[in-house]
């Protein structure tokens, strides 16, 4: 079946900039997704990118993907403590079925 | 835009009660629904495709007369945790299209139920 892998740990100093990154292996995935979840809260969706895209920024969020190696990445620009979170990586088949990655937990260091 | 809510957010019950989950999209139609479950410190399982009108689908491991859902509605699923556990408690989320097979897919924020 469908898998998605994450890196499950990243850490870094406050103002500099995270990847965060994930493979997939549907190559019929339509959408691709970024979630952030604090702890005990819900999923927050940060961004998503339409398969035919290579990149899409969105203020210090730039999402990069490469459909031909199935790898997707989260770069967050001038990160701060409030970044400290966990980011889920997910794929999206067409009717909306969606495989999650396990997460990667950003930790950010004054 | 397009906003999918959950009702609870938070749920405490005792072990043998049955707690219902509602999962509304609130501006826009959804024919399917998606229902996931997170353990802590883990990722999102699907549990099971809802479908308006017709049974949901449920995936590998997951005992459908646990987990009810009823997609009564365009609008609404439900999801009804029967003679819960305490290993039942859980945190699940739902998901809906905006639109057919390409619209943007929404999350609800989640209803975290714990079982005593």
């Known amino acids: 079946g469908e898998d998605v892998e994450q890196s499950l740990f990243l850490s870094v100093r406050e103002g500099d900039s995270s990847v965060i990154n994930c493979t997939y292996t549907?190559?019929?995935?339509?959408?691709l997704y970024w979630y952030k979840q604090e702890p005990g809260a819900g999923l927050q969706l940060l961004t998503y990118i339409f398969s035919n895209m290579d990149m899409k920024q969105d203020q210090r969020l730039t999402v990069l993907l490469n459909k031909k190696d199935k790898h997707l990445s989260l770069r967050i620009a001038d990160t701060q403590t409030g970044d400290s979170a966990i980011y889920f990586c997910a794929e999206a088949e067409g009717a909306g079925k969606s495989t999650f990655g396990d997460g990667t937990t950003l930790t950010v260091k004054p | 835009g397009a906003v999918v809510s959950q009702h609870p957010s938070w749920v405490i019950c005792k072990s043998g009660t049955s707690v219902k989950i509602e999962c509304r999209s609130l501006?826009?139609?959804?024919?399917?629904m998606f229902w996931y479950r997170q353990f802590p410190k883990q990722s999102l399982m699907l549990m099971a495709t809802s479908n308006e009108g017709s049974k949901a689908t449920y995936e590998q491991g997951v005992e459908k007369d646990k987990f009810l859902i009823n997609h009564a509605s365009l609008t609404l699923s439900t999801l009804t945790v029967t003679s819960a556990h305490p290993e039942d408690s859980s945190f699940y989320i739902c998901?809906?299209?905006?639109?057919?097979?390409?619209?943007?897919?929404?999350f609800g924020e989640g209803s975290r139920l714990t079982v005593l």
């Open positions: 501006d826009f139609q959804a024919t399917t």
């Open positions: 549907d190559s019929s995935s339509t959408y």
């Open positions: 998901s809906a299209r905006s639109s057919g097979n390409t619209g943007e897919l929404f």
